[in-house]
Each structure stands twice: as structure tokens, then as C-alpha cells.
């Protein structure tokens, strides 16, 4: 599974999941900044942030545009230090007033620029390292590994964001609104480490910086000829990848709106038992069992698929070893579980990057398997399956929110203390699931923008990914406006644009197939 592939993927993805490791612990607590600093309503606070993951994934498209003229790695650089000052300023605690209203917007534009140099075009490095006849192959498989290795980056982000806060909150008498300017901090440090790493191994990937890479031992760059027609039909396609790409992201990214405020309001805030484990922690900074606990699940998994994979008997005596002293670890942890833990709305945030990392490698598995068969599911095939099972997800979400009040409701009876809360078991099972549908759309379709796209606009292309995710991002305020309705009517519109979307995929499948032969 991770062999084969040029080293410069490793190098990328790791500067990739320094960037995404900062980027998630400001989200994961941003929509609470906005309540709890600003004192912003629900409806507003989704809408600003609806609005900034909006431009944050829509100015790729310029981004792209300026690497294809200029450079590749000149705009990824200039970006990240372009996004290390939007996290510097929104670690500065200056209050609530129009000052620190004004910085916030600034701080804001800052990482959305930012990360509109940086996140498509090192995308676009990595692709490149596939146009390589020795590893063209393996372009899928190397972006879901590209995808793995950023999320365990993002694993650790509500973790930390949360610990941090409640240290400076216990050890320095920090007030709940200035605690997140902490958190912020802690971006603008995982930043300066994801720079070290692009620079220090620079000479694995600096190949990349071109339209198309050259084969060690050629003469020459060879370049994709392709016809006015081909160029069109090429872009047509994607265009209509990307329309479907919208909705997808529409409903994932209500894990930073409606899913965290169903956290907040109908789910327990308490846990016992197995489940605990993964719930679990004082929060510290120290404290972290819950995030650990999940570390174990996944080493268990990794050990299990490399007893069964691994070529030398070496190999699965470390894999067993591995398996016995993971699954041994939570065992202990598990017998010695007492009580009841408190449960904090943003600590769900750590269950779908800690899913990728654990899921990519089955899936993974999987399509290999099939792939040996001639049976492998098309690229597109696959985005239009990762739809139907977003669908499920929120289908499931529906069923743990049936005969739930409305959210006005809900809150005179969390005040009066009779409130009625659901188990986390129905958050932590949509993730779970949700997980799923982003391993089958969003590293595969970041594969087939990649292979799909004319070579003289990869840059424009893989910017355009970004924009439908962006406009996706702006949509994800309509659920958020339609929360003090039944809680059916908000999941039933994520499942009816899923299934939608779907539908359109699977029409259009032939046509997709054709242009990424």
C-alpha cells in the first residue's frame, strides 16, 4: 500500500498536514469564538462562517491562475507565510469591540489568501509526481495516502484547541473568550513547522514545479498535446464534477455548523463505559485520553491488515506485536473504566480525521482487491458511490433526531433541567459513515481533477475543485438558517441533495469514464 510511490509525496504531504493541523484547531472552536466573544447569534455566526469557508476555498481559483503562470512552488511559499499572519492576528487577544471585530476580518483574509496559494497548487506538486509513466498508476491510491496523511494533522486539532483552553483557563485565570486566542496560537506554531518541512526536503518534489514531469533518463519534457476539442470536452467534464462536488461539500461541512450545535444541544454531556474512552479527558493540557484512546483503535487496524499483507514473516511478527500491544493498551483502559466523563461539543470534531486515517488503508485494501479482479469502480463511479453513502449518513442522523423538540424547545427544557438528550453513539456513527463518503469522493476526485485537467491549466483546474467546494462552503448556512425548524426537515434536505447529486453522477458516468481513459 505505501510502497511505490515518489518520495516527494511524503515530503508533501507532511508540510500539508502542518498547514491542516493549524487550520482545524482554529475551526474546530471558531463558530463557539464567534457566541462567546462577540456574543453573535446561531444564524449569524454560521453565516460568517459559511462565508469565510466560502472565500477560503474560492480564491484557489486565483491561486491556480498564478501558478500556471508563475510557478507552482513560488505561490505555495508565498502562502504559507501569507497565512502565518492571519493566524498571528487572531491570536492577538484584543476583546470584543470594533478593533478586534476589524482584525478578525483582516486575520480572515489573510489565511483565506493564504490558503488559496497554498492548497491547490501543492496539490497540483503532488499530481505531477504522477505524470510519471513509473508511478501513473498509483495516482489514486497515492492521493488517498496524500489525504490520510493530512487528516492525522487534523486528528489532534479539536484535542489541542481544547486542552489549550482549558490550561490557560485553570493556570493563568484566562476567561473563556480570550482562551481561544490560544488556540489561534497554536496554528500560527504548526504553520512554522510545515515550513521547515517543505524546505528541508524541497529537492524530492522540486521536479514537480512544471506542467509536466520529466522521466529520469529523457531528453526532454514530452507535453500532452491535446485538441481545441479535447481541451473543452476535458473542462466540461470537470465543470460538472465540480457541480456535484457543491452539494457533497454542502452537507460535510455541517460538522462545523448544525452537527456541532446538535452537539451542543441534544447530545449527552456525559458518557460511561467503553464508549467513555473516546470521550474522555480532563483537557488538560496534559489530558488528552480520548484522542489517544482513538490512536490505539487505529494502530489496531494498521497491525490487523499488516499480519494479513505484509510479504516477510518479519513483517508480521511486528504487525502482531503492534496489534497485541495496541489492543492489550485499550483493553486495560477499558477494564479500568469508572464512572462518568463529561462530554464537550467540539471533541467531535476529532472523530473523522482519526476515521480517514484508520478507514483509507481498508479502502484502499479494497479497490486493490477489486483492481487484481478488473473490477475496480471508476473514478467517477466512485464519487457518484461516495454520494449515496453521505446520504445514509445523514439518514442515520434523522433516525437519532426523531421526536426531538425544536431548538427553542430544547432550550427552555435544558434550562428547567428536562431536557431530553440523544447518546454521542448517533453523532460518532455519522461521522463514521460521512468518513466514508469523503474517502470516495474527495481524494478520488482530487486524482481525476489531476489526471483530467489540461496540463496548461492544472493551476485553473484544480482551483476550480476548490471553488465548488467553496461554493458548497456558502451553502452550508441553509441548514444552519433552517436549525429552529424540526430537525427532520434540516437532515431531510442534506439527504435529498445527496441522493440528487447522485442521480446526476451516475447519468453522466459514461461520459466522465471517456475523458479519464
Not at 252 to 265: C, D, K, L, S, V
Not at 303 to 322: D, E, H, M
Not at 409 to 414: C, F, G, P, R, V
Amino acid at each position: 500500500m505505501f510502497e511505490g510511490h515518489p518520495k516527494g509525496l511524503w515530503a508533501l504531504a507532511l508540510a500539508n498536514t502542518g498547514e491542516r493541523f493549524g487550520y482545524y484547531t482554529m475551526l474546530a472552536v471558531f463558530l463557539f469564538f464567534l457566541q462567546d466573544n462577540f456574543g453573535f447569534s446561531m444564524g449569524t455566526s454560521s453565516t460568517i462562517q459559511a462565508t469565510f469557508l466560502g472565500v477560503v476555498y474560492f480564491v484557489p481559483l486565483f491561486g491556480g491562475m498564478l501558478a500556471d503562470k508563475f510557478g507552482f512552488g513560488k505561490m505555495v511559499t508565498t502562502g504559507i507565510f501569507v497565512m502565518f499572519l492571519g493566524y498571528l492576528l487572531l491570536a492577538l487577544p484584543l476583546g470584543a469591540g470594533s478593533m478586534a471585530l476589524g482584525v478578525m476580518v483582516l486575520a480572515l483574509l489573510f489565511v483565506c489568501v493564504g490558503t488559496g496559494l497554498f492548497k491547490g497548487n501543492l496539490q497540483v506538486l503532488v499530481g505531477n509526481l504522477y505524470d510519471d509513466p513509473k508511478y501513473s498508476a498509483k495516482r489514486d491510491e497515492g492521493f488517498s495516502i496524500f489525504y490520510m496523511a493530512i487528516n492525522i494533522g487534523s486528528m489532534f486539532a479539536a484535542a489541542a484547541a481544547l486542552s489549550i483552553m482549558a490550561w490557560v483557563q485553570a493556570d493563568y485565570s484566562i476567561s473563556k473568550a480570550d482562551s481561544y486566542h490560544f488556540a489561534f496560537a497554536v496554528a500560527c506554531v504548526s504553520l512554522i513547522i510545515s515550513i521547515i518541512i517543505y524546505y528541508a526536503f524541497r529537492g524530492t518534489f522540486a521536479h514537480a514545479d512544471r506542467a509536466k514531469v520529466a522521466v529520469k533518463g529523457a531528453t526532454e519534457v514530452v507535453e500532452e498535446k491535446l485538441t481545441p476539442a479535447q481541451t473543452k470536452e476535458r473542462i466540461i467534464c470537470l465543470c460538472l464534477v465540480f457541480a456535484v462536488v457543491i452539494f457533497f461539500w454542502m452537507a460535510f461541512h455541517q460538522n462545523g455548523i448544525t452537527m456541532n450545535q446538535f452537539a451542543r444541544e441534544y447530545t449527552a454531556t456525559s458518557e460511561s463505559g467503553f464508549m467513555s474512552l473516546f470521550l474522555s479527558g480532563s483537557f488538560s493540557f496534559t489530558d488528552m485520553r480520548s484522542i489517544w484512546n482513538l490512536v490505539l483503535i487505529i494502530l489496531i487496524v494498521y497491525g490487523v491488515l499488516n499480519i494479513f499483507q505484509s510479504k516477510t514473516l518479519k513483517g508480521k511478527l511486528i504487525a502482531a506485536v503492534l496489534f497485541l500491544a495496541a489492543g492489550g493498551a485499550l483493553a486495560y483502559r477499558a477494564m479500568h473504566v469508572t464512572g462518568s466523563v463529561g462530554v464537550e461539543a467540539p471533541i467531535f470534531q476529532q472523530f473523522n480525521p482519526c476515521f480517514v486515517v484508520a478507514l483509507t488503508p481498508i479502502i484502499m485494501l479494497v479497490f486493490s482487491s477489486l483492481a487484481k479482479k478488473g473490477k475496480e469502480p471508476s473514478s467517477p463511479m466512485k464519487i457518484g458511490l461516495g454520494m449515496l453513502v453521505a446520504a445514509v449518513a445523514f439518514v442515520i442522523l434523522m433516525v437519532g433526531s426523531w421526536n426531538l423538540p425544536v431548538q427553542a424547545e430544547q432550550l427552555a427544557n435544558i434550562e428547567a433541567g428536562t431536557a431530553t438528550l440523544v447518546s454521542p453513539n448517533w453523532l460518532i456513527s455519522t461521522y463514521l459513515v460521512l468518513t466514508v463518503a469523503e474517502l470516495l469522493l474527495s481524494p478520488i476526485g482530487i486524482s481525476f481533477v489531476s489526471k483530467v485537467a489540461p496540463p496548461k491549466y492544472k493551476g485553473m483546474m484544480m482551483g476550480g475543485w476548490f471553488v465548488a467546494t467553496a461554493i458548497g462552503n456558502f451553502l452550508i448556512s441553509i441548514p444552519g438558517l433552517l436549525w429552529g425548524m424540526e430537525l427532520y426537515i434540516v437532515w431531510g434536505v442534506l439527504i435529498a441533495v445527496c441522493l440528487v447529486s447522485a442521480l446526476f453522477i451516475f447519468t453522466i458516468l459514461k461520459r466522465l469514464e471517456a475523458v479519464a481513459k
